[in-house]
């Protein structure tokens, strides 16, 4: 078995410069997280409110934490003074109370529109209408406290990488939609979160700036 640093390393070899590399670390220890952080790796994902916040407690403040799990409104307000970004943002109702929340802690917290593109019934998300419908009747004055700085997707787990290729490429084409429609602000919205330990080299190639990688670095999680 690989260590690590060999992990990451080999993940590195197929990552351009320009692309984020998020080490998604939930579920592992914090010995794991130090092993990577030791390679020089400083964003890590996290999906549970409550393990994220031991891990930013107790391990180095120069890490950039990136929140990319389902996360309910109660608990938006235990990550907004800390977080770097939240990948998930899958409701309006959501997006409104983390500005809320970094109003209150002075803070502008960058965020990603999740959009439902896999054909499971069970991720979030907004469909692509319906984030159409939020683009249309988006005020940015109404949330002085975000920047919606992207969109974040996750493919269908399957073998079959034409429907992942046409998923990660699908999303890829709403956001340049969006992005010329220019809706939101030119110089921040520019994100792209797709990729994970199985389809990340296909998600580069459709245009991912950003990609979330677990077990390809910290092995099966427990
Ligand atoms: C767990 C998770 C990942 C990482 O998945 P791997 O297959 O282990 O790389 C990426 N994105 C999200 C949203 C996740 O929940």
Redesign the pocket.
């Known amino acids: 078995m690989n260590t690590i640093a060999q992990n990451i390393a080999q993940i590195r070899t197929q990552i351009p410069q320009n692309i984020n590399l998020v080490c998604?670390s939930?579920f592992h220890s914090q010995e794991a997280i130090l092993e990577a952080y030791n390679c020089g790796e400083r964003l890590f994902?996290e999906?549970r409110v409550q393990e994220l916040l031991l891990k930013y407690n107790d391990l180095p403040k120069d890490i950039q934490w990136h929140f990319?799990?389902h996360l309910q409104r109660n608990k938006v307000r235990q990550i907004v003074p800390f977080v770097s970004l939240i990948?998930?943002v899958d409701s309006v109702e959501l997006l409104d109370e983390i500005n809320r929340c970094a109003a209150k802690n002075n803070r502008v917290v960058k965020v990603l529109l999740q959009v439902h593109i896999a054909q499971e019934e069970h991720k979030f998300g907004f469909s692509p209408e319906e984030l159409k419908v939020f683009c249309n009747n988006y005020k940015a004055q109404e949330y002085p406290y975000v920047t919606i700085s992207g969109l974040m997707g996750?493919a269908t787990f399957t073998d079959d990488t034409e429907q992942i290729k046409r998923e990660f490429s699908s999303l890829s084409r709403l956001f340049s939609e969006i992005q010329s429609s220019k809706v939101f602000c030119e110089e921040t919205f520019k994100d792209l979160s797709m990729g994970?330990?199985?389809d990340f080299p296909l998600a580069i190639e459709n245009g991912s700036t950003i990609v979330?990688?677990?077990?390809?670095i910290f092995g099966v999680?427990c």
């Open positions: 998604v939930k994902g999906s990319i799990g990948h998930s996750m994970m330990s199985d979330r990688v677990g077990s390809a999680r």
